[in-house]
Structure formats: structure tokens, C-alpha cells
């Protein structure tokens, strides 16, 4: 998640203010939907941060991001109940690149020191430095609520999958690509839609009738979100459950978030530009603009995050305001 702009814009609708703990979240004005009105809201920022960026996120209960007071070195950035703290800085300086944090508060993701090679890492309360091959460059992006991580390696610009299982001191190698998640049972989905399962098993995501060109953008809630390609090259978005079975399409639409219980997030066609799209149960609810949830609208190995929680919060980084929020219906 790497926005282009750094400096934040001026806030264009008024702010109602909900007391949360020490400090407060900011509720921008509503956009209605059927039978609820959506309302993002801004997580607070710790002192001294000008920008953040969501990369990950365990419901809104634990939400971590990156974020710097420009052009300071990016820190590490969690919340827990919309409470910030700040990660540990490194021991030697670098860049810290959080990608993903779990249930138990446990983050994993990327250092770049001085060398500008990643070192990937979990933290709790200090950085364990993950094994790695030695060729390449190595990320570790996904980690479940017992300690699982995935991630990728890149060796000039070849993509295969790397794996930490919870407590083990190796790491796998699973297949080819990039991982677009991993849930509570160590499964991992690849960004063209290859199902990785624990037991050493594989499996894939099925084709609807009449697609092509599976791609999977985001697995989480044991839901996978993508798209596929219809016959006159238009997008369709699909939604999968975890064994890779078809839930849901949405004609003309990009799926990238979704969760069990009928929520889906997308953009209409290929290039959302600043609107996203909410769809329930198959029927359109409501367009979130001005600004949107940034996110990737083609899978990519590293890219802008957002998620769906099982409760109905959508999380991630308003496009062009780099400070972390979450949308809800209610």
C-alpha cells in the first residue's frame, strides 16, 4: 500500500465526533444505502504522525498500517480497540513495512535497512527475524490467528510462494505466484486462484460457466474475491469459498473483498477510479466515494489493502487522505 500522495488533504465533509477511550475517532458524514446509512470513520493518529497507510487487519479490533511524518523513516503503526501505538524502531534504523497483524496482535511484515533488501520479521513485542532462501528478495505479507505466516520470493521477478508454519524455525516453498491470504487452518490462496492447503494438498479456484483468466484478489473470512473474464473480454466478479467453490458473480465488476455473510466490496468494471462499490446478497447497496477505499483493482504481490470483517466493517486507507478509517452500515 504505497499511495503517491504523502501530505494529507483538507477534510470535505464536517465531522461528528464518537468519544473512543483517550482519544477519538472522526465519523464523517452518511451515505445512505437501503436500509442503513454507511459511516466512515478515521482511526486517530499517534503524535507526531502526518500519514498511514492500512496494510492489514484482524476485524476493527486490531488494525495495523505504516505511516511517517514525512520524510521521516516509515514506522510501524497498530491499533487495538482504535487505540495507536507505535512499533519498536530498529536497532540500526530502516523502513518498517507492516503487512498483516492477527487476533492475537501479532504482526508480520518487512524491514529495509541499509542494504534496501527486505528482512521480513513477526512481532509481538520484539522482531523475530523469519529464515529465508538467500537468493532473492523475501516478503512475508499474511499471518493467521495461530502464527502461520505467508509470503513471497522474488528472484528477478519470479514469484514463488514462501511459508512459516507457527513455532517452526524453515520454511516451505509452495508453488508459484504470490499469496492473497492464508485462514485459521494455514490455507493459502494464490493471486491466480491455486488453493494451498495445509496437509499438503492442492486444490483451485473453479471457473463459473462461460469464464476465463480466473484472478484472485483477496482471501479473508474464508472467502476469496476476485474476477474472471467473460467471452467479450468484460470483467465479472466472483466470490469463492475457502475450498474454492463459487459463491456468488457480479456482472460487470471486479470483486476484492468479501465476507461469509453476503458483503462484498469491488468497483464496477475493471477501473474503479474514485468511486467502490458495496454489494449484499447479490443486489447492489451503495456507491463510497469522495473518498473511496483504496485498493488494488488487479491482484499484485504487495499492494493497497482492504478488508471486510465478518461484522460488516469495511477497513482500509481513503484514496488520496492516507489515514487509516473504517466503513460501516448501521
Known amino acids: 500500500m504505497r499511495s503517491p500522495g504523502r501530505r494529507l488533504a483538507a477534510l470535505g465533509a464536517a465531522l461528528l465526533v464518537a468519544v473512543t477511550g483517550l482519544q477519538t475517532a472522526e465519523a464523517t458524514s452518511p451515505m445512505e444505502a437501503t436500509s442503513c446509512y454507511w459511516r466512515q470513520t478515521h482511526l486517530p493518529m499517534p503524535a507526531g504522525i502526518e500519514f498511514a497507510y492500512v496494510s492489514g487487519s484482524a476485524g476493527t479490533e486490531w488494525i495495523v498500517a505504516n505511516g511517517s511524518n514525512y520524510p521521516d523513516p516509515d514506522y510501524g503503526i497498530i491499533w487495538h480497540n482504535e487505540q495507536p501505538r507505535l512499533m519498536l524502531r530498529f536497532r540500526g534504523g530502516g523502513e518498517n513495512r507492516p503487512r498483516d497483524i492477527n487476533a492475537n496482535g501479532t504482526v508480520t511484515g518487512v524491514r529495509f535497512g541499509p542494504s534496501g533488501k527486505p528482512e521480513p520479521y513477526v512481532y509481538k513485542t520484539f522482531y523475530r527475524w523469519l529464515p529465508k532462501p538467500a537468493a532473492g528478495n523475501t516478503y512475508a505479507t499474511w499471518i493467521n490467528d495461530r502464527g502461520d505466516i505467508a509470503g513471497f520470493v ?15 524455525t524453515d520454511y516451505e516453498m509452495l508453488g508459484d505466484g504470490f499469496p492473497v491470504g492464508i485462514d ?10 491455486e488453493i494451498y492447503h495445509a496437509d499438503g494438498t492442492r486444490g483451485t479456484l473453479h471457473a463459473p460457466a462461460g469464464l476465463s483468466g480466473i484472478a ?10 476476485g474476477y474472471g473474464t467473460d467471452a467479450n473480454g468484460e470483467r465479472v466478479g466472483v466470490v469463492w469459498d475457502a475450498v474454492g467453490n463459487v459463491v456468488s458473480t457480479i456482472p460487470h465488476a471486479t470483486a476484492r473483498a468479501a465476507n461469509p455473510q453476503g458483503l462484498v466490496l469491488g468497483i464496477v468494471g475493471a477501473y474503479g477510479g474514485s468511486a467502490a462499490e458495496v454489494w449484499r446478497n447479490g443486489r447492489h447497496e451503495v456507491t463510497l466515494a469522495n473518498p473511496r477505499p483504496q485498493f488494488a483493482e488487479s491482484p499484485q504481490p504487495y499492494s493497497a489493502n482492504a478488508d471486510v470483517t465478518a461484522d460488516g466493517a469495511i477497513i482500509a486507507t481513503p484514496m488520496g ?4 478509517s473504517y466503513w460501516r452500515c448501521s
Not at 184 to 193: D, I, M, N
Not at 321 to 324: A, K, N, T, V
Open 154 to 168: 522474488d528472484v528477478d521477478g519470479v514469484m514463488k510462494i514462501i511459508y512459516w508454519r507457527a513455532g517452526g
Open 184 to 193: 485459521g487452518t494455514g490455507r493459502v490462496v494464490s493471486g491466480t486462484g
Open 216 to 225: 484472485a484478489g483477496q482471501f479473508n473470512e474464508g472467502m476469496t474475491a
Open 321 to 324: 487522505l492516507p489515514r487509516p
